[in-house]
């Protein structure tokens, strides 16, 4: 079966640095997404990873080992505009996106 | 530029009933979904169309249909409610093309079936 594996919730202060891991197992594979939903909205894209290595972006990078069928969201400088929840899909070989149930984020003053 | 709208906000719905939620995008997007968010649970596809005249079923499909006629517009139709079809509703779309295929999210039709 396909499963993606994400932490449910995490923790982590204002300023900081939070990482957020995901962990899949899917038929095929065509590129892993995050994607940020702030409670009542709708997902916003963050990042793509299609080939092995990190992604920066800004204060956010996203790291991908398709080997090791896993990527991780690093969040960086937290702050509290960050709290929201933070989903992880993979594209598979019918190019449909797998989800994961997401990772609540909650940063603490 | 509006993006992808969808309609309603939100519904109560008595079991049994019909309803159609709509979903429009002015991106002129090959491919558009639609998905279930419940809580505890990730996104999951109920249907899907890679471009206009085409559709196809997701994880999720029953109890739902759809219809792709043109471009802009994809509309979910639920022939007859059910408790457990309460949920948060996205549409989504996507170029579908090549390269990175992003999907851009409607802001979501919360539904209420009792």
């Known amino acids: 079966g396909q499963n993606i594996d994400q932490p449910t919730e995490m923790t982590a202060t204002e300023g900081a640095i939070v990482q957020i891991n995901c962990t899949y197992q899917?038929?095929?594979?065509?590129?892993l997404f995050w994607y940020q939903q702030h409670a009542g909205e709708a997902p916003t894209f963050l990042s793509y990873?299609?080939l092995d290595g990190l992604e920066e972006k800004g204060r956010f990078s996203s790291f991908l080992s398709r080997s090791k069928g896993y990527s991780y969201l690093l969040l960086k400088e937290l702050q509290m505009k960050d709290s929201a929840s933070y989903l992880c899909?993979?594209?598979?070989?019918?190019?449909?996106?797998?989800w994961g149930a997401g990772t609540k984020l909650i940063i603490k003053p | 530029t509006a993006g992808i709208t969808q309609a309603p906000t939100s519904q109560i719905l008595a079991a049994g009933r019909s309803m159609t939620l709509r979903c429009t995008q002015d991106?002129?997007?090959?491919?558009m979904y639609w998905y279930r968010q419940d809580l505890g649970l990730g996104l999951r596809l109920i249907h899907y169309?890679?471009?206009?005249?085409?559709?196809g079923k997701g994880e999720v499909p029953d109890g739902y249909s759809v219809s792709r006629a043109n471009t802009d517009d994809f509309p979910l139709t639920l022939a007859s409610a059910v408790p457990s079809q309460t949920s948060v509703y996205f549409c989504?779309?996507?170029?579908?093309?090549?390269?990175?295929?992003?999907?851009?999210f409607g802001p979501g039709t919360r539904l209420t079936v009792l």
């Open positions: 989504a779309s996507s170029d579908g093309t090549s390269g990175v295929n992003e999907q851009f």
């Open positions: 991106m002129r997007h090959n491919a």
């Open positions: 169309s890679n471009t206009a005249g085409t559709t």
């Open positions: 899917t038929s095929g594979f065509n590129g």
């Open positions: 990873n299609v």
């Open positions: 899909a993979v594209e598979d070989s019918n190019y449909q996106l797998i």
